[in-house]
């Protein structure tokens, strides 16, 4: 079992729309969720980060972190074409000196 | 936002040449530096880990006299894939921390496309 899980997709929504990502992870020691954007042939960009549990919320983007059912979410509202891109989520914890590990990223494709 | 560059973003050799890849940070100290490994459609994996003046360290399943990895400045880490094979052709990524800053001030570089033929 991997320790980030995620839906590779692709994502494929109208352009307008809410837009939910998710990754579920196994490892309890997670303390820190990232969410990375990268386009295509490009390093990750850091969109958003929350400590532990909770909601963070950044203009269009919402982040979601359920601890209990070691799960998180990033909600993109209004979606635009700009917004095409893969979404990686990250995780880091006080296991393993704080590496970073990272989802498989999910595709999204918003269509004008 | 802290700025990562890397060079070249784009390299082809041959089958049993050496390719260094550089990675710089310009416009902070990056005391941490890190190389990923990214195939398509696929996450990216931890190569190894620097600190700047200190020997890489290397993750499991990493050949570190085949990916050698040099952080001898506070700007400057270089990743050098020896006597390359096509199975090495990848995308590959580096970051970059400064120091005492929190797990999730990583900056990413633009990353760089080897192909081996």
């Known amino acids: 079992q991997k320790e980030v899980e995620q839906d590779p997709g692709p994502l494929s929504v109208p352009e307008g729309a809410i837009v939910s990502l998710n990754c579920t992870y196994s490892n309890s020691a997670f303390q820190y969720f990232m969410w990375y954007r990268q386009y295509s042939r490009k390093g990750p960009e850091l969109l958003m980060y929350?400590?532990?549990?909770g909601n963070k919320e950044d203009g269009r983007f919402t982040a979601q972190v359920d601890k209990s059912s070691k799960y998180i979410s990033l909600f993109i509202r209004d979606s635009q074409p700009s917004d095409s891109a893969t979404y990686l989520c990250a995780m880091s914890g006080s296991t393993g000196g704080f590496k970073t590990i990272f989802g498989a990223g999910t595709r999204l494709f918003v269509k004008a | 936002g802290a700025v990562v560059s890397q060079h070249p973003s784009w390299v082809i050799c041959k089958s049993g040449t050496s390719v260094k890849i550089e990675c710089r940070s310009l416009?902070?100290?990056?005391?941490?530096m890190f190389w990923y490994r990214q195939f398509p459609k696929q996450s990216l994996m931890l190569m190894a880990t620097?600190?700047?003046?200190?020997?890489?360290?290397?993750e499991q399943g990493v050949e570190k006299d085949k990916f050698l990895i040099n952080h001898a400045s506070l700007t400057l880490s270089t990743l050098t894939v020896t006597s390359a094979h096509p199975e090495d052709s990848s995308f590959y990524i580096c970051?970059?921390?400064?120091?005492?800053?929190?797990?999730?001030?990583?900056?990413f570089g633009p990353g760089t496309r080897l192909t081996v033929t």
């Open positions: 620097s600190n700047e003046g200190s020997k890489a360290t290397y």
């Open positions: 929350t400590y532990s549990s």
């Open positions: 416009d902070f100290q990056a005391t941490t």
């Open positions: 970051s970059a921390r400064g120091s005492g800053r929190a797990i999730y001030e990583q900056y």
